[in-house]
């Protein structure tokens, strides 16, 4: 351990008792772990509940709460991190508590993970962990209970796929300081008959009033049970005795200089003095400052950056001050942002108010940048000395005239001003001995103001497209306000922060209004350079915005100088306010409105997930967590990086000399068939000769460590020869690049006889691009594979929807028969359809090395490569020509459809068929014809995802409802209603709706949303608000149930009895959040339940977890086996009285009875003959509709949804908590598709992007919707008394159906565009494509700042 010399000689004395408390155990660490993050550690010590889900910083399943005592405060700091970026010698000397340190479901859950569970808060539960922990931290970190805000602000870098936040942020809202009232308006299930249900654990409880509605007073003892029992300054808040307490060995502790080491020569110091840390700068020039690793561990992961010696200085005392000045305040270089922004509030209570004008722009700026866990270990140098185009805070610094002190080793000590640090991209006025000392910002004076702007795709957590900070100094010359003096300093628009200092000079001296408003617009305009191929595109809305964000500060200085001094200046008009209104985002609230309805003793109720005590402690396994056999290797995988290219040459050398490398593997090394598919066996597990994706698999590498299996892949060589690359639809439209055989064509009445009978009033022709979507399932594909009995069977753990394939899939590589292979699955963190086929081509690749080296090989792929690899949701072009009369009933729809299918076939033409089943939505058209194909492209094969192809043909349809309604100036809701199928409808495939439950639907939603008083509202608000905009919308949906393919409706289940009672199922389905094993436990009267891990052999040739199916037919399944046991044990139940269940199980093996029973279920009456194109393809709809608004903000592009309300019919609900948990997410999911996630290509249209690569790789660069995206308010019911005849228990599917009627907030989006471009005088239809992004949202509100750059119909590019 650092024992070299020259390192004591800078008095780095370094302790050999290096340390860390983890969940209070004593660790003591060894050198030559600098390369670790804190995650590797921890689960390295098989505390696998703290996950990896992106290890950027941007998900928090990796967080974990870190405490350490502040001497000087004399009181110890809790906080939240982010394990995956946290360097495992940065939290030497502190306790780290992870999920499994606060309890777990033997010794007792902590109050955090016990309302998570109860509140039906998790679901895969694979983010579960990391909003415990979080939530905790908060806990823990405050004095008494937290408020509504802090709690939302504490779970900004939490991401959930599943749930759509709505039940965790109600879990954990009952620690909040608000009052009962409030809350109990919020989570209300209707009745469950006269029994209460408790909102706080969500199941029924006697903890309230037993009434209708029991809420109102509630003040139950559950909500009670939260209070903390005690604060003390060194544990933090204890909510329960189990607390852990802060080590004492801690507090007593001196903290130790250290130097200690890592692999690849790497250096970690940490000095706790200036003068140690300027002598190691001069002993290592090039080595880097170390704060939070926020920068530095992005860099080393995903660039590959290797930065040999780090020096941490997060210990040294004159980099970590805050010093008030007479004329401003001083910030040490290390200074942490949350420490940043808790001081910054404080002193703007402190001081007067005109001084903090500055102050008040970084609270602002804070709030929105990245999210908790990296606010609480980022640092201002880092951000500062990282120099990114687009850093939040820089442009900041720089308008507020603030002054950067830098020291070298000699101590010489430099003060130049913020405005003249940034010499070029990512490069500083700092030399190599130099570091950055502090930061001066001045006070502001009076008069003088300082404004933030940041506009991102997603408002919480995301890094600027485009910020800003601005300044401006007033004087009143001769009864005049004259600007005295000015800055506004852009970033994102320039390789440094872009001073406009043409623009500032312009301002200089002239008259504060109308006039100096013009003019400086004008010289903003022509000052603000962007190519047309700028990296990051969108550059007619990134001009765009430089003009707004300065209209905006203009509105705003004028609007604060109204209650000021004298005031010669026009007050703003009441309708302008609306763009310098502060964005107030009201705490989300939710309404679960549904009826209970038990069938036998626990079908219908709302129990929680089964498995949700384990989720939220961290207990529950998945692939990842699985302990790795003895032997094992770990798998890497080689990858195309091209397009479409003929492969020259492989150059493994470079491989093979890495560190730990055991194995190379190519095509010619497959034992088996190297052609695979689901469908058709149309794509190579590894590319021989050519490779027709960015990111197909060529090879595989297998190593001792991961990171090892890693740096070998990327030291293959490949040489290219490159080919012609079809790179869109529209490309592959052009020169016929269709997948062999997908053509398909359907038709009812007699299109052109309509269209030329000079019938239809009106003939509108269009076109609809339909944008992808990546699945974002938290837990990214992995399978462990081993080999049994000398290599003859192969088994292995996998992350899928569908183990069936991966058994077919490894037993046809590997040439082995079926019943040699096992794939186990025991639950998924998540899948949505990116786990069905697209997992079985990871396992393959997996079990090549595996088979042929007889040793366990684990494959996990990191986020950034599954993004690239694993296919996402399809993009759609449809094109139609729609007939109608002038009431706006349907006459015809000719529609040609098309689907981005990529380099394989894979699942892509069941997708178009059940987007072309799906093509009329809910509306009677008497003549239809539809024809499309699936399109062959040059990227990675598109595959299954949550509505398989539905949603695109149901969006294709809303677009020209909504067209034709404009063309008509109707409203799209009165052509909805004109022309809703209904009861006997004969649809365009022949299939006739029963049970059609859509209108009932319909005018339930519209009394519960007040659709008319809403609409009027709406307009009214707009007339009065020229910036802002709302706008409402009602769409409803109808989702066919059952897989297309007929062979695949059908299931299997093993029910085993036991002697003491107990139950074990296996069946063919998987367990991944949807609450499968939840409802069908509830189908079985029995107790004692447990599911088995889902494996091939007890349960053979299942079809895959998906279609919305699976509670369906396994449950009919289940069902189908437990009826058989009933029956065999009846005769003795009948014979004798038994006292309880174990009783009668071991009395029926006394009298040999067999106590296993295999279940099996197909799917009735379902059939499709695509050579007539007519037949019965599903087995029954679930219908829904729904309702949204939103406001808008029209200079920016930034929108959020003020409600949302939802009406589905499920039938009778199994379980109504976990079926409004799938609506939810699904809402939330579809809104992420909607409205805020685009895949970016390297494709014609974005040239700035790599030649078919996917830019948008990780959380960093692709926003699901996080907390903050959900509806203000968020209402969910379930039609009552509805019964459905053609499923178990009368209930409905509900997975997938959900997930179209997001659309509701993409149509309101429009709405209030509308409404925006009516002020500016464009009426009538205009493009907008999915997603609604604030690019898209800004640049259709055509107005006078979008005008120099885009025409009012400007569509922004989108990858199709
Ligand atoms: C998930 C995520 C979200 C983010 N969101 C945002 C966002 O919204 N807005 C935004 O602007 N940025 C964002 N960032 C970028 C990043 O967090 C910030 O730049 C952060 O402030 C860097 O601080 P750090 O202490 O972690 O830097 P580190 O990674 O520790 O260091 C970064 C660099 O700065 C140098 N350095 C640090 N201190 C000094 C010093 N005193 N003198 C000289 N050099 C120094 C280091 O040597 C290193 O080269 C985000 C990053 C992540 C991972
Ligand atoms: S794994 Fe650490 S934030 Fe995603
Ligand atoms: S429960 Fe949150 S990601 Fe699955």
Redo the contacts with the bound molecule.
């Keep these: 351990m650092g024992s070299l010399k020259e390192d004591d000689d800078l008095g780095m004395a370094v302790s050999k008792d290096i340390i860390l408390y983890v969940n209070g155990v004593r660790r003591v660490l060894a050198d030559g772990l600098a390369h670790l993050t804190l995650l590797q550690y921890l689960r390295g010590l098989a505390l696998t509940g703290t996950k990896l889900g992106c290890g ?3 998900c928090g399943a990796c967080t974990v709460m870190v405490s350490h005592y502040d001497p000087h405060l004399k009181e110890c700091m809790h906080y939240a991190v982010n394990a995956c ?1 946290a360097p495992l010698y940065s939290v030497e000397g502190m306790h780290v508590i992870t999920v499994e340190g606060i309890g777990n479901h033997r010794s007792g859950l902590h109050l955090v993970q016990e309302a998570l569970a109860n509140a039906h808060g998790s679901q895969c539960g694979f983010c579960t962990p990391g909003f415990v922990m979080s939530m905790y931290a908060l806990l823990r970190s405050n004095k008494g209970l937290p408020t509504e805000e802090q709690i939302e602000e504490c779970l900004s ?1 939490n991401l959930c796929r599943c749930t759509g936040y709505r039940p965790i942020i109600d879990a954990f809202r009952v620690f909040a300081k608000k009052d009962d009232a409030l809350y109990s308006m919020r989570s209300s299930s209707e009745s469950l008959g006269s029994d209460f249900i408790c909102p706080s654990t969500g199941k029924p409880c006697s903890c309230g009033e037993k009434t209708v509605n029991p809420l109102e007073n509630w003040t139950g003892k559950c909500r009670n049970s939260y209070m903390p029992v005690a604060h003390n300054d060194i544990d933090g808040s204890s909510y329960c005795e189990k607390e852990l307490i802060f080590p004492p060995e801690l507090l007593l502790r001196n903290l130790v200089p250290l130097n200690l080491n890592g692999t690849g020569g790497m250096k970690w110091f940490r000095p706790l003095k200036l003068w140690q840390v300027l002598d190691l700068k001069m002993r290592y020039p090039d080595a ?11 860099e080393r992961k995903f660039k590959n950056i290797m930065y040999e010696v780090l020096i941490s ?1 997060t210990k040294v005392p004159e ?1 970590n001050a805050f010093v008030v000045k007479d004329n401003g305040l001083e910030i040490g ?2 200074v ?2 949350s420490r940043l922004l808790k001081f910054l509030r404080k002193l703007v209570i402190e001081r007067d108010a005109h001084e903090t004008s500055a102050c008040k722009a970084f609270i602002e700026q804070l709030k ?4 908790t866990q ?1 606010k609480n ?10 120099a ?1 185009p ?4 820089n442009p900041l610094w720089m308008a507020a005239r603030a002054q950067f002190k830098v020291i070298d080793e000699k101590e010489n000590i430099r003060t130049l001003p913020a405005m003249e640090f940034f010499k070029g991209y990512r490069k500083v006025d ?1 030399k190599r001995s ?4 502090s930061v001066f910002l001045p006070w502001t004076r009076d008069f003088e103001f300082v404004k933030e702007f940041k506009q991102a795709h997603r408002r919480e ?4 497209l485009v910020n800003s900070g601005m300044r401006v100094f007033l004087e009143e010359k001769d009864g005049k306000w004259v600007v005295s003096d000015a800055s506004l300093v852009y970033g994102g628009i320039a390789p440094i922060p872009f001073s406009a200092s043409k623009t500032a000079g312009f301002l200089q001296g002239r008259t504060w209004g109308q006039e100096m408003l013009q003019g400086a617009l004008e010289t903003l305009q022509e000052e603000i350079f962007l190519e047309d191929n700028a990296p990051g595109g969108m550059v007619e809305f990134r001009k765009s915005l430089t003009l707004s964000f300065f209209f905006k500060f203009f509105l705003w200085v004028t609007h604060s100088m109204e209650g000021k001094g004298s005031f010669f200046l026009k007050p703003l008009p009441p309708s302008h306010l609306s763009a310098v209104e502060p964005q107030k985002w009201a705490s989300s609230t939710g309404i679960q409105n549904y009826k209970v309805d038990i069938h036998g003793t626990a079908v219908g109720l709302p129990v929680p997930h089964i498995s949700s005590k384990l989720q939220v402690s961290g207990e529950a396994e998945y692939a990842d967590d699985t302990l790795t056999p003895p032997n094992c290797l770990y798998a890497a995988l080689i990858l195309s990086m091209n397009a479409h290219a003929r492969i020259i040459s492989i150059d493994d050398s470079g491989a093979r000399s890495t560190p730990g490398f055991e194995g190379l593997f190519l095509a010619k090394d497959v034992p088996g068939d190297n052609k695979i598919g689901p469908v058709i066996h149309d794509e190579e597990l590894f590319a021989s000769e050519i490779v027709t994706s960015v990111g197909q698999v060529i090879g595989i590498i297998v190593a001792d460590t991961h990171e090892n299996a890693m740096l070998a892949s990327r030291k293959v060589k490949i040489e290219y020869e490159e080919l012609p690359a079809v790179l869109s639809i529209r490309d592959a439209l052009e020169v016929r690049s269709f997948h062999p055989g997908t053509e398909r064509f359907l038709q009812k009445g007699d299109v052109e006889g309509c269209f030329g009978g000079g019938i239809c009033d009106k003939i509108i022709e269009g076109e609809v691009q339909v944008g992808g979507q990546e699945h974002f399932y938290l837990e990214t594909q992995c399978s462990l594979i081993w080999t049994v009995d000398g290599g003859n069977e192969v088994h292995m753990i996998s992350s899928t929807q569908a183990p069936q394939k991966h058994q077919k899939y490894v037993a046809h590589v590997l040439n082995l028969p079926m019943s040699k292979v096992v794939c186990k699955t025991k639950r998924i963190g998540g899948g949505f359809g990116g786990k069905e086929t697209r997992s079985a081509v990871i396992a393959a690749a997996a079990a090549v090395p595996s088979y042929l080296l007889k040793r366990p090989v684990k494959l996990t792929l990191d986020r950034d490569v599954d993004m690239m690899i694993t296919g996402q949701r399809h993009s759609f072009l449809g094109k139609y020509k729609v007939g109608c009369t002038n009431e706006g009933k349907l006459l015809a729809l000719d529609l040609e459809i098309y689907n981005n299918g990529g380099n394989s076939l894979d699942l892509s033409l069941g997708i178009l068929e059940r987007a072309i089943f799906h093509s009329d939505n809910v509306y009677e058209i008497p003549n239809v014809r539809i024809r499309g194909s699936v399109c062959f492209t040059n990227f990675p094969s598109n595959t299954a995802f949550r509505g398989f192809g539905g949603p695109q043909g149901m969006l294709i349809a809303e677009n020209w409802i909504q067209r034709i309604a404009m063309e008509l100036q109707k409203s799209p809701q009165d052509i909805r209603e004109l022309n809703f199928q209904k009861e006997g409808s004969i649809l365009h495939y022949g299939q006739q709706l029963e049970n059609c439950t859509l209108r009932q639907l319909w005018e339930e939603l519209k009394a519960s949303c007040n659709f008319s008083d809403a609409r009027a509202a709406v307009d009214q608000f707009n007339l009065k608000n020229r910036w802002k905009k709302r706008g409402v919308s009602m769409v409803p949906t109808k989702f066919g149930i059952a897989f297309t393919a007929k062979f695949m409706n059908q299931a299997g289940a093993l029910v085993q009895v036991y002697t003491d009672g107990t139950v074990l199922v296996t069946h063919g389905g998987v367990e991944m959040g949807q609450g499968l094993h939840t409802k069908l436990l509830a189908r079985t009267i029995l107790k004692f339940i447990a599911f088995s891990t889902q494996g091939m052999k007890q349960v053979p040739n299942a079809s895959p977890t998906a279609a919305s199916a699976s509670s369906d037919i396994y449950g009919a399944a289940v069902l189908d086996a437990c009826e058989q046991i009933k029956s065999r044990m009846l005769p003795i139940a009948l014979k004798h009285k038994h006292d309880c269940f174990a009783e009668l199980a071991n009395a029926c093996y006394m009298e040999r009875i067999d106590l296993s029973a295999h279940g099996f279920y197909i799917t009735p009456d379902i059939n499709f003959d695509w050579s007539t194109a007519k037949g019965r393809p599903f087995n029954y709809f679930t219908y829904g509709a729904a309702f949204a608004e939103v406001e808008i903000d029209p200079l920016t592009g930034d929108f959020h949804t003020r409600s949302a309300d939802i009406i589905m019919d499920l039938g009778t609900s199994l379980n109504p908590a976990i079926d409004v948990g799938q609506i939810e997410g699904a809402f939330i999911q579809g809104l992420g598709w909607v409205a805020l996630e685009e895949l970016k290509w390297g494709d014609p249209d974005h040239k700035w992007i790599r030649s078919g690569h996917l830019q948008t790789r990780g ?2 660069a692709y926003k699901i919707p996080s907390l903050n995206d959900i509806p203000q308010k968020f209402k969910v019911s379930l039609l009552k008394d509805a019964r459905n005849k053609r499923a178990i228990h009368s209930s409905k599917a509900v997975g997938e159906p959900p997930f179209f009627l997001a659309s509701s907030v993409f149509f309101a989006i429009k709405d209030a565009i509308t409404a925006a471009r009516k002020e500016s005088g464009h009426h009538g239809w205009f493009p907008l494509d999915n997603p609604a992004t604030p690019e898209r949202i800004r640049m259709a509100c055509a107005d006078e700042f979008t005008k120099p750059f885009a025409s009012a119909n400007y569509q922004a590019k989108l990858s199709v």
């Design positions: 950027e910083g941007g970026l870098g880097r400052l170390v704060v939070g690793n926020t920068e530095i561990g992005v200085v980099l270089g290390a942490t942002l929105w940048f990245a999210g990296i270990v980022a640092s201002i140098g880092g951000n500062i000395c990282t990114s687009i850093s939040d805070l700092l130099e570091i950055l000392l957590d995301d890094i600027a959380p960093g």
